[in-house]
């Protein structure tokens, strides 16, 4: 079963480019890699899913490396609004397995 | 579009009693899962189902049941609350599996169980 690690918190401040790199050594050659983001009091939102190289939408970008085993979200520019917790998780489409599991997740917190 | 709904949003429950929580989403979404957020931790994920009338363990199953009579209804019930389960419940579906696509996740229920 392919786990996460992410560093519990991280700290930034507004305007700032924020990295935050998970590692999932286990990760299987099916496995894709998806980052969501939660505010307090509500459900976890979909930010950004790729498979390998970089990936990279309105809102961030995914580099993941070529053997997979680790991947980073960036945020260029972070803003007040962008404190939450962000989660990386890893998973397959095959529909014999579900494999998805979220782990604690990395707090961010972005001061002024 | 309402998306993903979750009824109630608050519940405080006695020990022993008995709920349901009903999910209910309307983008014709195949799979639908439960799961429980504690304070300060990630989401684990209870049951999950990959289709009308099909029901399935996640990582914390015992104490709960679930049934998917029609696709777009997914109800997680509690026979026998305990103080243990007090947590926030969030519902989420995806049209394939949720490890490889998204899933959009309704507002929580937030459980009391004293």
């Known amino acids: 079963l392919a786990k996460t690690t992410q560093p519990i918190s991280m700290d930034s401040y507004e305007g700032q480019e924020v990295n935050i790199t998970c590692s999932h050594n286990n990760i299987a050659t099916n496995d894709y890699i998806t980052w969501y983001q939660q505010f307090p009091s509500q459900g976890p939102r979909f930010i950004i899913q790729?498979?390998?190289t970089k990936v990279t939408n309105e809102v961030a970008s995914l580099f993941i490396p070529a053997d997979r085993k680790s991947s980073t979200l960036s945020l260029p520019r972070v803003s007040l609004s962008d404190t939450a917790v962000y989660y990386c998780?890893?998973?397959?489409?095959?529909?014999?397995?579900?494999?998805?599991?979220f782990g604690a997740g990395t707090r961010l917190f972005v001061k002024a | 579009n309402a998306g993903v709904t979750q009824t109630p949003k608050f519940r405080v429950l006695k020990t022993g009693q008995s709920m349901t929580l009903l999910c209910a989403q309307d983008?014709?979404?195949?799979?639908m899962y439960w799961y429980r957020q504690d304070p300060g931790m990630g989401l684990r994920l209870i049951h999950y189902?990959?289709?009308?009338?099909?029901?399935a363990k996640g990582e914390v199953p015992d104490g709960y049941n679930v049934s998917r009579l029609k696709k777009q209804n997914f109800l997680l019930g509690l026979e026998s609350a305990a103080p243990s389960q007090t947590s926030v419940y969030f519902c989420?579906?995806?049209?394939?599996?949720?490890?490889?696509?998204?899933?959009?996740f309704g507002p929580g229920t937030r459980l009391t169980v004293l």
């Open positions: 790729g498979y390998k």
């Open positions: 989420a579906s995806s049209s394939s599996s949720g490890g490889a696509d998204e899933q959009f």
């Open positions: 983008m014709n979404h195949e799979y």
């Open positions: 189902s990959v289709g009308e009338g099909t029901t």
């Open positions: 998780l890893v998973g397959d489409s095959n529909t014999g397995g579900f494999k998805t599991i």
